[in-house]
């Protein structure tokens, strides 16, 4: 049981280029969620998802693309990065929306 | 809007003393009120939760209480010890129910 896994850990991209942030979890979590973590910001929600097939927007959505087309994977998707876009990006999940969130251990994101 | 206030953002204890953080929300329909606790460089992790039909809940050290007229809560650490240093997040639902609004996190030091 690995719980919520996320990749990669760091990355380094050029303003311009377009990723995709990967998570997975093997808890059967129906929630899943994206959240940024910027100093002295606390932590912001991108996206989120409460099934497979559905997805919405939370605080910050502008610049990213989520999809969920299974239970288990929520990729984060930037598609144009920009320096503003430099962040600690954390996958969370859990078995109900809003409830007992167990969190990836993040990814380090640089844009020059 | 939703917001979840979250105060001091720095908090530094002689290791024995107790430490309080306290935050306020703004939606009066919430319910479900956690606490995260992020060691450096490391993923939030849930440490204590409160729901709405309770006041107090106590978990060794640590105790959440809630008031839901004044729409505060607060995380009391008892005994402090170095070990406790960390930054810690509560949250709380946003309007729609499935977001979970952090708020902006307390560095909290314990010299020994």
């Known amino acids: 049981n690995a719980g919520v896994t996320q990749t990669p850990k760091f990355q380094v991209l050029k303003t311009g280029q377009s990723m995709t942030l990967q998570c997975a979890q093997d808890m059967n979590h129906e929630y899943m969620s994206w959240y940024r973590q910027d100093p002295g910001m606390g932590l912001r929600l991108i996206h989120y998802s409460v099934g497979a097939g559905i997805t919405d927007q939370g605080e910050v959505p502008n610049g990213y693309n989520v999809s969920r087309s299974t239970t288990e994977d929520f990729p984060l998707r930037l598609l144009s990065a920009a320096p503003s876009q430099t962040s600690v990006y954390f996958c969370a999940s859990s078995y109900e929306a809003g409830y007992g969130y167990t969190f990836g251990s993040g990814t380090r994101l640089t844009v020059v | 809007g939703e917001n979840v206030e979250q105060h001091p953002s720095t908090l530094s204890v002689q290791e024995g003393d107790s430490a309080v953080i306290k935050c306020t929300y703004s939606?009066?329909?919430?319910?479900?009120f956690p606490w995260y606790k992020q060691e450096l460089g490391k993923r939030p992790q849930l440490i204590i939760d409160i729901r709405s039909n309770v006041g107090e809940k106590k978990d060794q050290r640590i105790a959440v209480t809630l008031n839901k007229t004044a729409k505060h809560f607060s995380l009391h650490i008892t005994e402090t010890q170095p070990e406790d240093s960390a930054v810690y997040f509560c949250a709380a639902p946003g309007y729609n129910t499935d977001k979970l609004i952090f708020g902006t996190g307390t560095r909290l030091q314990v010299f020994p």
């Open positions: 939606d009066s329909a919430s319910n479900y």
